[in-house]
């Protein structure tokens, strides 16, 4: 047991060895953290005071940390921290777009909190950041604003498939819908308000889960033929 708000001794970890959990322990300030050849390493956190300086030993090697030890530590660390495995996993995403899974268990043991307390220590004292992370999160961590994050989003920072696809589907509708606006109202803008209208109907229909897709097609189709029993504004 050793105290983080001293110079400490990080014991018992294994050369390549693979970080699968961080967590604190419920009942003693304790910080715990599990390799994949599950040993675990428990250490008293104190006031962990993230800026002393560690001293590194990993288990069946001989030497003096002079900082190289630690820089692979930090690398450990990382590495476990961006990779997770398959029962243990706090990003998702692709590469350089890397975020935080939606997890209301991890918020409420606080696990990212204690990742974020390693990034930091590998950060201090390897030298090494967290590359991969969405740069539009990387931006909302470091001022806390979302009007700084926003303008670095993009459809990449999406990491289910699926959603991605639908976005971008979504987005080429918007944009022909725009255009389309724009022409009608040029030259019909007696029926610009019920394009609005319309457009409100396939929104709470996208929003409620329902079919907008299949609606849209459907309307579009029978406005071809009969456009006068099919006015935008009115739900059909």
Not at 115 to 122: E, H, P, R
Not at 151 to 172: A, F, G, M
Not at 208 to 219: E, H, L, S
Request: charged share 25%; hydrophobic share 40%.
């Amino acid at each position: 047991m050793v105290t983080f708000g001293e110079g400490f001794e990080l014991y018992k970890i294994p050369n390549g060895a693979g970080l699968i959990g961080a967590e604190r322990h419920s009942e003693d300030d304790h910080f715990i953290l599990t390799f994949k050849n599950k040993e675990v390493l428990v250490y008293n956190r104190g006031e962990l005071q993230l800026c002393e300086q560690p001293d590194v030993t990993f288990v069946g090697e001989e030497g003096i940390d002079a900082k190289g030890l630690t820089k692979e530590l930090a690398y450990m660390i990382v590495k476990g921290l961006r990779e997770g495995n398959k029962d243990y996993i706090l990003f998702e995403g692709q590469a350089n777009h890397l975020l935080p899974i939606h997890c209301e268990e991890h918020v409420q043991s606080k696990l990212f909190v204690y990742a974020g307390q390693l990034i930091a220590f590998a950060f201090l004292h390897g030298h090494i950041g967290f590359p991969g992370m969405s740069r539009a999160l990387a931006k909302y961590i470091v001022s806390e604003d979302l009007k700084d994050a926003v303008p670095h989003i993009c459809i990449k920072d999406i990491p289910d498939i699926n959603t991605r696809l639908l976005v971008k589907e979504l987005y080429v509708v918007l944009f022909l819908y725009w255009f389309y606006s724009h022409v009608l109202s040029l030259n019909f803008p007696q029926e610009a308000p019920d394009l609005m209208k319309y457009a409100e109907v396939v929104r709470d229909l996208a929003a409620g889960g329902a079919n907008w897709r299949f609606y849209d097609t459907q309307f579009r189709s029978l406005r071809q033929t009969r456009a006068h029993e099919m006015p935008w504004g009115t739900t059909h």
